[in-house]
């Protein structure tokens, strides 16, 4: 059953990189690395362990060693080693909930199609709202949401009991869904009607200078020690600012481990 076993990515992430070249040409060279990384550390293993040269310079995702993130190998299929990096930084610095939020959304709606479309998702879990259901004892999804609904809503239940009308939890659970705009999950359910986040809100570029560099910036200044607070609150602020960058033009136009 998906969900149970939560992937933890704060001592990063470890891939084995390969190379397109090479591959096409015959030749199976990958090696491993745990993620994230500077650019310079990436680049210097890369070069070390001839993954690329001159005339091989694309890299590829062979592999995971612990697993795909949120279980879905479709979005990595076209990954390079550096967008790799980046994922594992954002990863290393999120909201173990906002992740959790992030896998139900895409088990619930769609799958990215690709990484860059998943750091954008990532970067806007605040936009995801779910709720958790307290009382998960119900049969279906709109069993548990009728329960959640009538506790919710005490004086409906009282007239409901009042004109001893029998209740169809199931049929109450999924009509209500749909009146309430509510997508049901097993653990609970997202609010349809608010602001979605937008797979396209930000390239590539600008998820590398929003993400990377100011991991680079914080892994300087040791805000990955577990004694340091606030990283969250400090992460919305710099995308806030991304946001406002984003908009603003708009509207003026390794520790390596041996080969398998």
Do not use: C
């Amino acid at each position: 059953m998906k969900g149970i076993f939560k992937m933890d990515y704060s001592n990063g992430i470890t891939v084995f990189i390969g190379n397109e070249g090479f591959y096409a040409e015959g030749e199976l060279r990958d090696r491993a690395i745990t993620l994230p990384v500077s650019g310079s550390e990436l680049q210097g293993f890369l070069e070390g362990n001839g993954l690329v040269t001159p005339m091989h310079e694309e890299t590829y995702i062979a592999d995971f060693l612990d697993g795909v993130p949120f279980d879905h190998p479709e979005i990595f299929a076209h990954a390079t080693a550096e967008q790799m990096n980046i994922l594992a930084q954002q990863l290393k610095m999120a909201d173990p909930d906002d992740l959790d939020k992030v896998e139900e959304w895409i088990d619930s709606f769609h799958t990215p199609k690709n990484i860059t479309q998943l750091m954008n998702l990532i970067e806007q879990a605040d936009l995801i709202e779910k709720v958790d259901f307290e009382y998960k004892d119900g049969d279906t999804p709109e069993e548990n949401y009728a329960f959640y609904v009538l506790d919710e809503n005490p004086k409906l239940k009282e007239s409901i009991e009042a004109a001893g009308i029998a209740i169809d939890y199931k049929r109450t659970g999924y009509d209500r869904s749909i009146i309430d705009e509510v997508t049901l999950t097993d653990s609970g359910f997202f609010v349809d009607s608010g602001e979605a986040p937008n797979l396209n809100m930000y390239s590539l570029d600008e998820l590398k200078e929003l993400i990377g560099e100011e991991y680079d910036r914080q892994d300087d200044k040791g805000f990955f020690n577990e004694e340091q607070v606030g990283l969250s609150d400090m992460m919305g602020t710099l995308r806030d600012a991304a946001e406002h960058k984003h908009d603003t033009r708009d509207n003026t136009h390794s520790h390596d481990i041996d080969a398998r």
